[in-house]
């Protein structure tokens, strides 16, 4: 039975106040722990209480929100004599200690946007919803790049009656984003798993979902998720050099898919095992190649084992970049190609060469005839795997040397005739100069096994750099490719980084003086470049290298 909330009257849109309690959650987190909590109370008076967990820190963190505390009424701290050992405990304490009508968690190093509980409970209100979701935006930092999460599901104002009937929703994991009305809740004794539980939001959210509760989903933007790569000590989610994460991470997807499958909700089931593959799978086979033999071997066996359960439906409802990563796991007992693995997973998906073909079917190599390339021959132009090769000759004009391969004659039946590089700067997106060029059909490659296409494209570096920006840090672009083919198709395609030029060089500019410029290859294997100007810039990196 859904729980009936009142709805908001007719005319202007009223939110009644003190509707909410904001559960915070921290351990040894003293440095950022009080912005989350005023985030928090700067939400105004739709918040009725912030309650702020200390999971037993060390570090002063306790001592910290006492002292917030004496200067607002509205914060209830709770310290917690031992550390549970993951989030779920102390989000459980704060859930129980919570009066406000409706409960929202909040993670220490985490923000709240202005008016995010606002835009929330009106949503709840205004459609019965015992569950409101908005839009969350993973800032990455020091560069402050915004990177939204899951915008497919938060791109127009949508009510979904039926949990069931909207499978996407399983793709949204985080509990942080969400409004929950405490007496649904408590009715359906939806918990966090206790303990050292890690991803305990996966199961979180399933039990929501299981629930079927109506949901309300809003594009406004109500939560900021902080990425702190570079940070001593990462987050629990973002802590992947142990294999210990991978094993965590299937374990939360296996209860999550058997809560679906107890309650009889099939259709989430099914949406939950296509999630994994699209994005769990993708996301750590990027990665591979940066561990070393031991961890590659130990995720190898636990990834094979469980995708080995996987029913086919499952795969096939997969895009075809993660079905055939999880195929050539399952097919191989020990690690291998994790160039072609790692390029494949990257997004987009790039496939690399040997193109293997057996009784007519492409296939990953000749070895593996089972793993069949399914979707080769049906994919449109604009969906292909297309890997181009992108070798930076960095000289005063920034060449960079183009080769695109074609897959299973696609290309050659469309006629690759020009593209065009966009470099967009990585902490805002902005647009840098568009770059074009004529392809130029290639002699066959060595083996005769596939036809590429070349072009040599000279990068403006210097507009890249914004006036008075001199002796500043550099900064990332990214580079992305458009092919115009002669039949009227086309399509995007990042760049694979290629070649002996991935390093630091110091141009000339007639503009600048003097370019810094890195060509570097990211974890997924695309080429990006880093560039600043100035003497100053070239005297601060040198520098840095001579203290280390």
């Known amino acids: 039975m859904k729980e009936a909330l009142e709805p908001l009257p007719a005319g202007p849109t009223i939110t009644p106040s003190a509707q909410v309690s904001i559960v915070?959650?921290?351990?040894?987190?003293?440095?950022?722990?009080?912005?989350?909590?005023?985030?928090?109370?700067?939400?105004?008076?739709?918040v009725t209480e912030v309650i702020a967990v200390n999971d037993a820190s060390t570090d002063g963190t306790g001592a910290a929100l006492d002292a917030l505390a004496h200067g607002a009424p509205r914060l209830r701290v709770l310290h917690r004599e031992r550390n549970s050992g993951g989030c779920g405990t102390p989000r459980n304490d704060g859930l129980r200690a919570a009066t406000g009508r409706f409960v929202m968690f909040l993670d220490s190093d985490d923000v709240l946007p202005p008016g995010a509980v606002r835009a929330l409970l009106a949503a709840a209100l205004e459609h019965d919803a015992p569950v409101a979701a908005g839009a969350c935006v993973r800032r990455e930092l020091p560069a402050r790049r915004d990177v939204p999460w899951q915008p497919a599901l938060y791109r127009e104002p949508a009510v979904h009656d039926s949990a069931e009937a909207s499978p996407q929703l399983v793709r949204d994991t985080l509990c942080v984003n969400k409004l929950y009305a405490r007496?649904?809740?408590?009715?359906?004794?939806?918990?966090?798993?206790?303990?050292?539980?890690?991803?305990?939001?996966?199961?979180?959210?399933?039990?929501?979902?299981?629930?079927?509760?109506?949901?309300?989903?809003?594009?406004?933007?109500?939560?900021?998720?902080?990425?702190?790569?570079?940070?001593?000590?990462?987050?629990?989610?973002?802590?992947?050099?142990?294999?210990?994460?991978?094993?965590?991470?299937?374990?939360?997807?296996?209860?999550?898919?058997?809560?679906?499958?107890?309650?009889?909700?099939?259709?989430?089931?099914?949406?939950?095992?296509?999630?994994?593959?699209?994005?769990?799978?993708?996301?750590?086979?990027?990665?591979?190649?940066?561990?070393?033999?031991?961890y590659r071997a130990d995720w190898w066996s636990l990834a094979r084992d469980y995708l080995a359960g996987f029913e086919e439906a499952d795969l096939r409802a997969a895009r075809a970049p993660a079905r055939w990563l999880a195929r050539v796991v399952v097919a191989s007992p020990a690690p291998r190609d994790l160039d072609r693995l790692t390029q494949l997973a990257a997004r987009p998906g790039r496939l690399l060469p040997p193109y293997a073909e057996v009784d007519g079917r492409a296939v990953w190599s000749p070895d593996l005839p089972d793993v069949e390339l399914d979707a080769?021959?049906?994919?449109?132009?604009?969906?292909?795997?297309?890997?181009?090769?992108?070798?930076?000759?960095?000289?005063?004009?920034?060449?960079?040397?183009?080769?695109?391969?074609?897959?299973?004659?696609?290309l050659a039946a469309a006629g690759p005739q020009s593209i065009d590089i966009e470099l967009h700067r990585r902490r805002d997106e902005r647009r840098g100069p568009v770059h074009t060029a004529a392809l130029t059909r290639a002699a066959p490659t060595a083996d005769g096994s596939h036809a590429c296409w070349t072009a040599e494209v000279a990068l403006d570096l210097g507009a890249l750099v914004e006036p008075g920006a001199a002796g500043a840090d550099p900064e990332p672009w990214d580079l992305m490719a458009q092919v115009s083919c002669v039949n009227g198709a086309g399509f995007r395609a990042s760049l694979r980084a290629k070649?002996?030029?991935?390093?630091?060089?110091?141009?000339?500019?007639?503009?600048?003086?003097?370019?810094?410029?890195?060509?570097?290859?990211?974890?997924?294997?695309?080429?990006?470049?880093?560039?600043a100007s100035g003497v100053r810039s070239v005297w601060r990196i040198a520098a840095r290298r001579l203290r280390r």
């Not at 915070?24 to 008076?45: E, K, M, P, T, Y």
């Not at 809740?185 to 199961?203: A, C, K, N, Q, S």
């Not at 795997?385 to 897959?407: K, M, N």
């Open 376 to 410: 080769i021959g049906s994919k449109p132009t604009h969906r292909l795997p297309v890997t181009i090769d992108a070798e930076p000759c960095v000289t005063g004009r920034g060449v960079l040397r183009l080769r695109i391969h074609d897959l299973y004659g696609r």
């Open 183 to 294: 007496a649904f809740l408590d009715e359906h004794g939806i918990t966090f798993p206790e303990g050292r539980f890690t991803y305990e939001d996966f199961v979180f959210t399933a039990r929501v979902l299981a629930a079927d509760p109506r949901i309300a989903t809003i594009p406004d933007s109500v939560y900021i998720w902080h990425v702190r790569r570079s940070a001593a000590k990462q987050s629990i989610s973002l802590d992947r050099t142990d294999v210990a994460n991978w094993q965590a991470r299937i374990a939360a997807h296996r209860a999550s898919v058997q809560i679906f499958k107890d309650a009889g909700l099939k259709a989430l089931a099914h949406a939950a095992g296509t999630k994994f593959l699209d994005h769990d799978l993708r996301m750590y086979v990027r990665e591979l190649h940066t561990r070393g033999a031991d």
């Open 499 to 531: 070649g002996p030029g991935l390093r630091r060089r110091v141009l000339l500019s007639r503009r600048h003086l003097v370019l810094l410029v890195q060509p570097y290859a990211t974890t997924g294997g695309a080429l990006s470049l880093r560039v």
């Open 24 to 46: 915070v959650i921290a351990f040894n987190d003293v440095a950022h722990v009080c912005d989350a909590v005023r985030s928090a109370l700067a939400q105004g008076d739709t």
